[in-house]
T-cell receptor, first 114, second 114 residues
Framework: DGGITQSPKYLFRKEGQNVTLSCEQN?????MYWYRQDPGQGLRLIYY???????QKGDIAEGYSVSREKKESFPLTVTSAQKNPTAFYLC?????????????FGSGTQLSVL | KNQVEQSPQSLIILEGKNCTLQ??????????LRWYKQDTGRGPVSLTI?????NTKSNGRYTATLDADTKQSSLHITASQLSDSASYIC?????????????FGAGTRLAVHP
């Protein structure tokens, strides 16, 4: 998985609960991303960050929050406002958000609702 | 609207046989196209990138083609192996005004049977 570690592999959320997905990379990449993958659909961008202490909303940011306090870490919090959180979440990184950027993905976290 | 459509949705072939996966896109302005391989429960891994001026590119038993006029790409797998069983995702990059946007196809799920 190219030096990107996601944890946990499986996560269960109770109604009204916030949960946090971890993403750590040791590739010295500036750009980091969170994607959501649902069956039969292409990956959808939740949030991205191009530099420490800065991040931008993607296409489906509602109900999610992120932080980028360190270059290596980009945790994603799924809040209780996200009404349909069940999905496979993928974290990715790249050298920079550029035309030919190659994304390196983690192994993903499967989030399910109890 | 930027879109990437892949066909077929799923495919079953016998070990040793060849197969071709298709990707049609309506993305503007086109920057490049990547094929990723995603094993079940894992993150995608880049196989190859095609830029506007490239027609064909090989990576071992994988050969990608690009027809920028018809906005079509294909991924041909030769002499398939059991380890080729995975989802194959086509990703098109649109780069404009310093902003890079990736549009993901839903993928083709390939099963290679002995």
């Amino acid at each position: 998985d190219g030096g990107i570690t996601q944890s946990p592999k499986y996560l269960f959320r109770k109604e009204g609960q916030n949960v946090t997905l971890s993403c750590e990379q040791n590739l010295n990449h500036d750009a980091m991303y969170w994607y959501r993958q649902d069956p039969g659909q292409g990956l959808r961008l939740i949030y991205y960050s191009q530099i420490v202490n800065d991040f931008q909303k993607g296409d489906i940011a509602e109900g999610y929050s992120v932080s980028r306090e360190k270059k290596e870490s980009f945790p994603l919090t799924v809040t209780s406002a996200q009404k349909n959180p069940t999905a496979f979440y993928l974290c990715a990184s790249s050298i920079a958000r550029a035309p030919n950027e190659k994304l390196f993905f983690g192994s993903g976290t499967q989030l399910s609702v109890l | 609207k930027n879109q990437v459509e892949q066909s077929p949705q799923s495919l079953i072939i016998l070990e040793g046989k060849n197969c071709t996966l298709q990707c049609n896109y309506t993305v503007s302005p086109f920057s490049n196209l990547r094929w990723y391989k995603q094993d079940t429960g894992r993150g995608p891994v880049s196989l190859t990138i095609m830029t506007f001026s490239e027609n064909t590119k090989s990576n071992g038993r994988y050969t990608a083609t690009l027809d920028a006029d018809t906005k079509q790409s294909s991924l041909h797998i030769t002499a398939s192996q059991l380890s080729d069983s995975a989802s194959y995702i086509c990703v098109v990059s649109a780069f404009s005004g310093g902003y890079n946007k990736l549009i993901f196809g839903a993928g083709t799920r390939l099963a290679v049977h002995p």
